[in-house]
């Protein structure tokens, strides 16, 4: 088993810039999400998702789309990219209520 | 009041040390928690899930104490290796998941 699977591991974005960050798994998990992480902090909830074809905002979505057409792949969208948004993002799955199993993390830099 | 509460430490303690964390929790319905380690922002990993009757795992015990709502994670006997932030984890009624901003441990020679 993969588990789960997030793609770029690093990419530098030039302002204004848009892209996608890819996340998949392959445990038919229904629970997947997305978070952040700004150094000396903790992970922070971007959006989430209980299932294909629902989704909904975490603590600090403003500036991300998510979209789940699959049970499987959960992409991040940076609409217009801004150097606030800097950081580390991870991308996680799990059964509802259960452990969750991360992504390796993308280490994004906007210039 | 946060969802999940952690002091951040840091806790600096010498090798051979016990230390212990706690971490509270506001939904009083949550019936999943867990213990995670993060190292220097990569990915975190599970540590263990917290079972009501509490559980150890080698050098680590986790409790439950669900009329106080807190969880602990005891780690006995440090090591060097042990340096890292640990993360309270549980869902919220929202069936969101939930992570505390971690508690930074340095386990010194």
């Known amino acids: 088993n993969a588990g789960v699977t997030q793609t770029p591991k690093f990419q530098v974005l030039k302002t204004g810039q848009s892209m996608t960050l890819q996340c998949a798994q392959d445990?038919?998990?229904?629970?997947m999400s997305w978070y952040r992480q700004d150094p000396g902090m903790g992970l922070r909830l971007i959006h989430y998702?209980?299932?294909?074809?629902?989704?909904d905002q975490g603590e600090v979505p403003n500036g991300y789309n998510v979209s789940r057409s699959t049970t499987e792949d959960f992409p991040l969208r940076l609409l217009s990219a801004a150097p606030s948004q800097t950081s580390v993002y991870f991308c996680?799955?799990?059964?509802?209520?259960?452990?969750?199993?991360f992504g390796q993390g993308t280490r994004l830099t906007v210039v | 009041r946060k969802e999940v509460e952690q002091d951040p430490g840091p806790f600096n303690v010498p090798e051979g040390a016990t230390v212990a964390f706690n971490c509270t929790y506001s939904?009083?319905?949550?019936?999943?928690f867990f213990w995670y380690r993060q190292d220097c922002r990569k990915e975190p990993k599970l540590l263990m899930s917290?079972?009501?009757s509490g559980n150890e795992d080698g050098r680590f015990t986790a409790q439950l104490n669900r009329a106080s709502q807190y969880i602990s994670l005891l780690i006995r006997d440090s090591k060097l290796s042990d340096s890292a932030t640990y993360l309270c984890?549980?869902?919220?009624?929202?069936?969101?998941?939930?992570f505390g901003q971690g508690t930074e441990l340095s386990v010194k020679p």
């Open positions: 445990m038919n998990h229904e629970y």
């Open positions: 998702s209980v299932g294909a074809g629902i989704t």
């Open positions: 984890v549980t869902y919220n009624q929202g069936g969101k998941l939930i």
């Open positions: 917290v079972y009501s």
């Open positions: 939904n009083s319905a949550s019936q999943s």
């Open positions: 996680a799955s799990s059964y509802s209520g259960g452990r969750a199993f």
